[in-house]
């Protein structure tokens, strides 16, 4: 069989796995957060941490929550590594660095997975299990509870209350990601994936280190976190043995942000909205895989084409099973690699940058993406009204100057985070030291590791070596920024939709479930991120690619 | 405002104590505990049927060279890595250009003929497998330096090649560790 047409079946396949799961996993996420009903264990929860589920929350305390949450799970994160010399099985890995150790703390509780560190050199299990795997699950948690509250802001009328963090919180946790990690994880190891609690293992003589990789490696996936528990990631073969393992760690990382989009539509009380909005997700994502595709297979650089675009890449995945990884972990917020993105094609890898500073809707992170969709849908809507001259309306709901200030809020932190940050960094004498390439692929190298920052994703042009203070602060500071900021904005809108009023529509309101909206919100997403990043975009993967 | 802030972050702390148990311990055990069914529990501990991980064997006598070759490796092994270099990196052109010299002139065939996989390190450093072309471009020569017949070692190569799975996933490889493996076993039985 040829490559090209083996490579469209795995899409196919893939496509026809999500399909099926969209429906009944969207369905059971909308029941899930709509249900008045606890399970047991769920009530056992709420009475040992003092919370009284059947109570609303404002939006200020429910983002109190989201911000108190996430700051004690920063610190427990970071004393984790700092103390690891006390813990048990940690394999006399020392007492993590402080700078090392803040910048991990930041980017696993923000579901950013960025690392500056080799994990097998640098953490044992109990950092791994009761540090990152913990993390994985609840970042990934508190992105769907915040996405949640967006559409209940929709669906709610007159009303200040737009629900209880903790019993999102518990029930994302509960229903979702431990049961489905848990069967991931299963069919994981099935597939040949390591879950050990030695240290290492001799094959053929050598000493390799083990991990307990499939439990972590399945919500890694599954939580779009993508935080490897070896330094190669999902290029290892004990992470990722075969191109069947592949295919479904790259499924994994696709199925809840694309069966949100089911969830929206069904607690909405329409199904075409979200089926819009999934139309604009997947065709995102068809056209970073053709460009990213067609880029990968007709390299332009001298060392690329002598090399056959192999550096970088594993044999058992080749070019094909890599792009289809990489456009996914990037259009997610995972961040999780089966190659090194460094090693691609100027166009390719121009790609995967591109995906990230679309703002990470193709189709986006683990509820980040529904709710950073919504946000620019709202965008869209408000530009269909200017150029109608009525006010906006999406969903029964009126977009007035709170509304749309908190749209704009939400999706300028990224631009202004990445161009700073990436700007201050090359303006700085050290940076140059710190960049594995030269000319205009080493300023892809800075623009990206601040595009990964400030989106969450946490892949990275790896090369470039991130491990000086003023690298680890500010790309900390960049993923905080990119992740709380938005959320805050997007509550803050909950709150302000919950208290309207349902409008009735007439037949002038723009119908937002028709394709024509589709194509409306696609082209504010290209809109937006081309003339923030066109410049830069020019300077770094442009340039090379037409070199 | 603090206030709320400070109560919230309260409940947080009991919240993150009683999910670090369930996401920390009791997941990953029970998925450990799993791991142990006999039939899982040697690809678990990394020991597949055959080897997933693999260091390029170094010969004793660089001229008579009885072993097929893993991709380059730039890893710090035994951790993992790749080079990151780009593909307009004169640095990497360079050790291309290296590699497939070296490599020509191992295999005693023109510099032309060396396929790409063989000139390029891969992602993890540990890749145990080839492409089926730089299988066949070793077999000449360790068909010489063995002894085995050529039919003997192509069988040989073929038992280690996997296609693509389902007939489309991935890309077809050969795993070098259980190749030469086969080779040695074959080499030592011939010779007794």
Redesign the interface.
């Known amino acids: ?1 040829n490559d090209t ?3 469209l ?2 899409v196919a ?1 893939l496509l026809v796995l999500l399909a099926a799961c969209r429906a009944p996993l969207g369905d059971w996420m909308a029941t899930v957060f709509t249900t008045q009903r606890h399970w047991r264990v769920e009530a056992l ?1 709420y009475r ?4 009284d589920p059947s109570s609303g929350q404002r939006w ?2 429910y983002a ?2 989201v ?7 920063i610190v ?1 994160l970071y004393l984790l590594q700092r103390l690891q010399p006390l813990l048990p099985a940690s394999f006399d890995r020392g007492s993590v660095g402080p700078a090392t150790a803040f910048n991990t703390a930041i980017s696993f509780v923000t579901n950013t997975n960025w690392q500056s560190y ?1 994990p ?2 640098t953490l044992g299990n109990t950092v791994q ?3 990152l ?2 993390q994985n ?2 970042s990934a948690a508190v992105g769907i509870a915040v996405a949640v509250a967006l559409v209940r802001g929709f669906v709610a009328s007159n009303t200040d209350r737009i629900g209880n ?2 019993v999102d ?2 029930r994302a ?1 509960v229903r979702i ?2 049961p489905f ?2 069967v991931a ?2 069919l994981l ?2 597939m ?7 240290s ?2 001799d ?2 003589g ?5 991990a ?1 990789t ?3 490696e ?2 890694k996936q599954l939580g779009t976190n993508g935080g490897g528990i ?3 990631n999902s ?4 992470e990722n ?4 393992s ?2 479904f760690e790259i499924f994994l990382m696709l199925v809840i942000p694309v069966s949100l989009t089911r969830t929206f539509g069904t607690m909405v009380g329409n199904r075409r909205q979200g089926s819009v909005l999934l139309a604009v997700m997947g065709g995102l994502w068809a056209i970073m895989l053709t460009l990213a595709w067609l880029a990968e297979t007709h ?20 070019i094909p ?1 890599s792009i289809l990884f990489g456009v996914s972990t990037t259009g997610t917020s995972t961040g999780a ?4 993105h ?5 166009g390719a ?1 121009g790609v995967t940058l591109l995906d990230m500073l679309l703002g990470e809707v193709a189709p986006g992170g683990v509820g980040a993406g529904l709710y950073g969709l919504l946000v620019l849908a709202i965008i869209a809507v408000f530009l269909a009204g200017l150029m109608v001259g009525r006010t906006p309306e999406y969903l029964g709901k009126k977009l007035g100057r709170r509304e749309v200030t908190a749209a704009a809020v939400s999706i300028l932190v990224m631009p202004t985070v990445v161009l700073v940050g990436a700007g201050l960094a090359i303006a700085l004498p050290g940076t140059l030291d710190a960049l ?6 080493g300023f892809s190298e800075v623009l990206y590791a601040y595009a990964s920052a400030a989106n969450n994703n946490g892949s990275a ?3 470039m070596t991130v491990t000086s203070d003023f690298f680890q602060s500010t790309l900390g500071i960049a993923m905080l920024l990119g992740r709380f900021v938005p959320i805050l904005a997007v509550l803050a809108l909950a709150g302000s939709l919950a208290r309207q009023r349902r409008v009735e529509t007439d037949p002038g309101t723009l119908a937002t479930d028709k394709p024509l909206f589709g194509v409306l919100v696609a082209g504010t997403v290209v809109l937006v991120a081309a003339l923030t990043f066109f410049p830069a975009l020019a300077l770094g993967p442009i340039a ?1 690619a037409l ?1 | ?1 603090f206030t ?13 104590i ?3 148990v ?4 009791v ?2 055990l ?3 505990g ?2 142990r069914i006999p039939g ?1 529990s040697a ?6 049927p055959v ?5 390029d064997p170094v010969a004793a006598d660089a001229a008579a060279d009885p072993y097929f070759h893993t ?1 380059p490796s730039v ?16 640095d ?2 360079t050790v ?2 290296q590699r ?1 010299a070296l490599i020509a002139q191992r295999e005693d065939v023109a510099p032309a003929a060396v ?3 063989a ?13 089926p072309g730089y299988a066949a471009l070793q077999t000449v020569r360790v068909v010489r330096v063995t002894g085995l017949s050529e039919n003997r070692v192509q069988q040989l190569v073929a038992d280690a090649t996997d296609g ?8 077809p ?1 050969v795993n070098v ?1 259980e190749l030469n493996a086969a080779i040695a076993a074959a080499t030592t039985s011939r010779q007794e």
């Open positions: 069989m047409l083996a490579g079946l795995q396949l929860i040992v941490v003092r919370v200020p305390v109190a929550g911000l108190g949450f996430s700051f004690v799970s427990l080799v097998e050199q299990m009761a540090g795997t913990v699950v609840l963090f903790w919180l518990t946790v990601m431990l990690a848990f994880a299963v190891l099935v040949g994936v390591t879950m050990s609690l030695r290492g293992a094959v053929g050598t000493t390799f280190p083990l307990p499939a439990s972590q399945a919500v070896f330094n190669a290029a290892h073969p004990f043995p075969n191109a069947l592949n295919l390299p332009t650089g001298a060392a690329g084409i002598a090399a056959g675009a192999m550096e970088g890449k594993e044999t058992r995945f080749g099973s690699v089966n190659s090194l460094d090693s691609w094609s100027g890898g594995n390439n030269d000319s205009a692929h042009f790896a090369g090379e070199a | 405002m709320t802030l400070r109560r919230q972050a309260g409940t947080g702390l009991a919240v993150l009683v999910f670090t369930l996401c920390g311990l997941y990953p029970l998925v450990w799993v791991s899982l690809t678990a501990e990394g020991q597949g080897p997933v991980v693999a260091v991709r890893a710090s092994l035994p951790a993992s890595g790749g080079s990151n270099k780009a593909q307009d990196s004169v990497l052109l291309v250009s497939r396929p790409a996989d000139v390029a390190a891969s992602a993890s450093g540990l890749d145990p497998d080839i492409s693509r799975i389902l007939g489309f996933l991935g890309e490889t560790p």
